[in-house]
Structures are given as C-alpha cells and as structure tokens.
C-alpha cells in the first residue's frame, strides 16, 4: 500500500529555535497534503491543508507565520515550527492524498514527529 | 454541533466479546467513510472504508446507515491486540480538495 514517510520522528529543542519537519509519499504522487497536531489524549487537529504548488490553507486559530508549510513537489512537504515555545510540544502528524493505482485514495500517514520544546 | 461525533468510551470489555461502537455525522452530504486506529504514540492506520451496503474484513464488519447518519463497526471475537482507539472518518466530497473530518475517537480496552 501506499507509504508516508516523516522526518524527524523525534526532536527536542530549546525554546526560541525552529524545527523543520519533513513529510514524504514514498510511492505515490500527493496532490494534497494535510498537517495535523495531537496533544495528549486528544483528538487530531487539523492545521493546514497544502496543495502541491500553492499556498497552504490553515485552520482557523493556527497562526500561518509560526507553522511554515512548504509543498513544493508531489512528494514532499515541509511544516517549520518557527520559534518554537513549550506549547508547541505535541505530536505532529502529516498524512497525504492522492491518486493511487488509477483510484483517488484517502489519506495515508506519516509516523509522526513527536516534538518537545524545552 | 460537532460534524463528526463518537461516543469517547473508554469501552472496557473481556476478550472474546463483541463490541460495537457508532458514529454520527452532521452532514447529509458527505460521501466517503472509513474507519481508522490509532494505537497509543502512534499515527492512525485505516482498519477500513465502509461501504453503502457494509462491508466485513473478518472479524470487523462495518455499516452505514445514510438515513439515520451513522456508521457503526462491530469487532467480534475480541483479541486483546485490538485495544486501541478508533477513528472514524467523514469525507465531504470526491476531490483531493474535499474536507476530511475526524472524529475524536473512541477508546477500547479489551482485557484478558
């Protein structure tokens, strides 16, 4: 089945830096994109939505200038936690859609990246 | 209201029961469903899609029911490798565009 990759799967880092994570589709093209955040025991939350070429479309509340999305091709999309705070500790996952043996699939996930910022 | 509701569980129940669990949707609209689990620290992993006239995947059968806008996943013969929570999923369209919206998931513990 169609694979997603993250990079990395775990980062620690001291408040006031910033943390590049790296979500790929490993055997299939991405047409979408979609970033989400899960804190504890909670929910999935969306944060933004990006197509390959275009602007990401962020979720109400998510501020678009601390959470960089950059999807440049149909395999790869990048979110850039920029200076990163403590509340930004959580585990961010990227799934991605697309076409996948001829057939518009749902969306598939990557591994995680499981942040903490000290 | 919210467009995707699960009952949060936790559903705590012996090995070798049967367990279902429902989930309402708002949106008369909506066209894909599907099932996800999502095991502790870990990414949620499609269990399966459901279709308009059910669909069973050995000891998982899932249903829908467009009338009453719902979907509903039975798991018989519990193991205890199926605790996990469950997600489930509402696609509002056909497009790569089209909203997916999770549910917030229901907890299932099963014990020996």
């Known amino acids: 089945g169609a694979v997603v990759s993250q990079h990395p799967s775990r980062v620690i880092c001291k408040s006031g830096t910033s943390v590049k994570i790296e979500c790929r589709s490993l055997d299939f093209q991405a047409t979408t994109m979609f970033w989400y955040r899960q804190f504890p025991k909670q929910s999935l939350m969306l944060m933004a939505t990006?197509?390959?070429?275009?602007?990401?479309?962020?979720e109400q509340g998510v501020e678009k200038d601390k959470f960089l999305i950059n999807h440049a091709s149909l395999t790869l999309s990048t979110l850039t936690v920029t200076s990163a705070h403590p509340e930004d500790s959580s585990f961010y996952i990227c799934?991605?859609?697309?076409?996948?043996?001829?057939?518009?699939?749902?969306?598939?996930f990557g591994p995680g990246t499981r942040l903490l910022v000290l | 209201r919210k467009e995707v509701e699960q009952d949060p569980g936790p559903f705590n129940v012996p090995e070798g029961a049967t367990v279902a669990f429902n989930c309402t949707y708002s949106?008369?609209?909506?066209?894909?469903f599907f099932w996800y689990r999502q095991d502790c620290r870990k990414e949620p992993k499609l269990l399966m899609s459901v279709y308009s006239s059910g669909n069973e995947d050995g000891r998982f059968t899932a249903q829908l029911n467009r009338a009453s806008q719902y979907i509903s996943l039975l798991i018989r013969d519990s193991k205890l490798s199926d605790s996990a929570t469950y997600l489930c999923v509402v696609i509002n369209g056909y497009s790569s565009a089209s909203k997916i919206i999770f549910g917030s998931g229901t907890r299932l513990s099963i014990r020996p």
């Open positions: 990006s197509n390959e070429g275009s602007k990401a479309t962020y």
């Open positions: 799934s991605a859609r697309g076409v996948v043996g001829g057939v518009l699939e749902t969306q598939y």
């Open positions: 949106n008369s609209a909506s066209q894909s």
